[in-house]
């Protein structure tokens, strides 16, 4: 059975009296530790977590994920399906999206993990999970996520762009 995660991405849409050109922004956040602290590009991630899919429902996870990572609370709003990606390693992960333009974010406190650094040093030291998170224009955000994460950003833009059709639900 593959690892499940689940994360938020929250996202803000120009508005009609914003100047023209003004892109889609994604609040992502940059992972933390010491394999991450001197890279940019690649390095980011929509705040997510795992979760173990038969005891907790994704959005639930995700919220709570959101919390740890970010530290405050994801904003209650109404959710969005992406749908669930799998990235290179096999793990699937379910992003939730929601419009929030008036969220910020003063500093972020995130939780930590421990890890033996330096590598066979004996010692083990704490970590954030995320040491930064902030909105980012769309194209932008495509060089710094991870790259299995490129296709949640595809999604996004797919399920917000005009063409895009809402379906009736199915009859039962």
Avoid: C
């Amino acid at each position: 059975m593959p690892v499940t995660s689940a994360g938020i991405l929250l996202y803000r849409a120009p508005t009609a009296d914003e100047p023209a050109g003004t892109a889609l922004e994604v609040f992502i956040a940059h992972m933390g530790g010491p394999y991450w602290e001197r890279r940019h590009e690649g390095a980011w991630t929509v705040p997510k977590g795992e979760y173990l899919a038969a005891t907790e429902h994704p959005l639930l996870a995700a919220r709570r994920e959101f919390g740890e990572e970010i530290g405050v609370a994801a904003p209650d709003l109404e959710y969005d399906d992406l749908g669930e990606f799998r990235s290179s390693t096999g793990k699937l992960t379910r992003v939730y999206a929601a419009e929030a333009p008036e969220f910020e974010v003063g500093r972020v406190e995130s939780n930590l993990f421990e890890l033996e650094w330096p590598p066979r040093s004996g010692r083990l030291r704490s970590f954030p999970e995320v040491d930064d998170a902030r909105w980012v224009p769309i194209d932008e955000a495509r060089s710094l996520v991870t790259k299995g994460q490129r296709q949640v950003l595809d999604a996004l833009e797919a399920r917000l762009s005009p063409s895009h059709e809402q379906r009736p639900p199915a009859a039962e």
